[in-house]
Structure formats: structure tokens, C-alpha cells
């Protein structure tokens, strides 16, 4: 997955633990497809858009 998203193994890692435990996205993986999969309905996605959309991506006080 994380080759397929351009990050590390790691960055990936690490965002599927935010997408799981912060934000509580009920993702698990498949064995047999080899891949990662949303296993509820979109409630979730509202909550979670709400949420990304409020946090801050960019850091603009910089103290000047």
C-alpha cells in the first residue's frame, strides 16, 4: 500500500494508525486480496472529514 501511495513503509504504517485510532475508521486488511478495505458504512467519513478539515496542516506562526 505504501508503494502505491508514493511513502514509506513506515509513513504508511503510521497513517493507518491515525486513520484507526484517532480518527476511528474501521479499517482492516484482506489476506486474500492482498489489500486494505473499509469495512462499515460512510458515517464514519463525515467525522473523519470534519475532523482533517479542522486540523492544521501548515504551521504559520512562526514566531516573527
Do not use: V
Request: hydrophobic residues 35%; negative net charge.
Amino acid at each position: 500500500m505504501a508503494q502505491r501511495l508514493g511513502i514509506s513503509e513506515r509513513a504508511w504504517y503510521y497513517l493507518l494508525d491515525q486513520l484507526r485510532n484517532d480518527y476511528g475508521l474501521p479499517i482492516l486488511y484482506c489476506r486474500f486480496r492482498c489489500s486494505y478495505y473499509y469495512t462499515d458504512d460512510a458515517s464514519h467519513w463525515e467525522d473523519f472529514l470534519q475532523k482533517f478539515l479542522n486540523y492544521p496542516l501548515y504551521n504559520t506562526n512562526w514566531g516573527w
